[in-house]
């Protein structure tokens, strides 16, 4: 009894991480979108416990990272998560 139990928490487990099952919850785009809020997040958490310096690097680099994205129209993050991940848009492949 013991060993289906850890037979059937086995067979979830490997659902809940195969892409098929993280398909429609997380692509790239949406990951992209998450880590851009938790680095404005950090961001605004080192400029309010007094470290504007860094507060104000974090951000520089994350505007960088933007302005460069939207001219080229390249980001090295989507292509980091590109590789893990499965596109949101199938037509962008």
Do not use: H, W
């Not at 009894?1 to 037979?7: G, H, S």
């Not at 997380?26 to 416990?49: D, F, N, P, S």
């Not at 960088?64 to 390249?74: D, E, W, Y």
Request: hydrophobic share 50%.
């Amino acid at each position: 009894m013991r060993t289906d139990f850890k037979k059937k928490v086995k067979k979830l487990t490997y659902d809940i991480i195969s892409q098929k099952k993280l398909e429609g919850i997380m692509c790239v785009e949406r990951l992209q979108k998450i880590l851009l809020a938790m680095v404005m997040g950090m961001a605004m958490m080192l400029a309010a416990t007094g470290s504007l310096k860094a507060g104000f690097l974090l951000q520089f680099g994350t505007m960088v990272i933007l302005i460069v994205s939207g001219f080229t129209n390249f980001c090295y993050i989507t292509q980091l998560l590109k590789n893990a991940f499965p596109l949101c848009n199938k037509d962008k492949e």
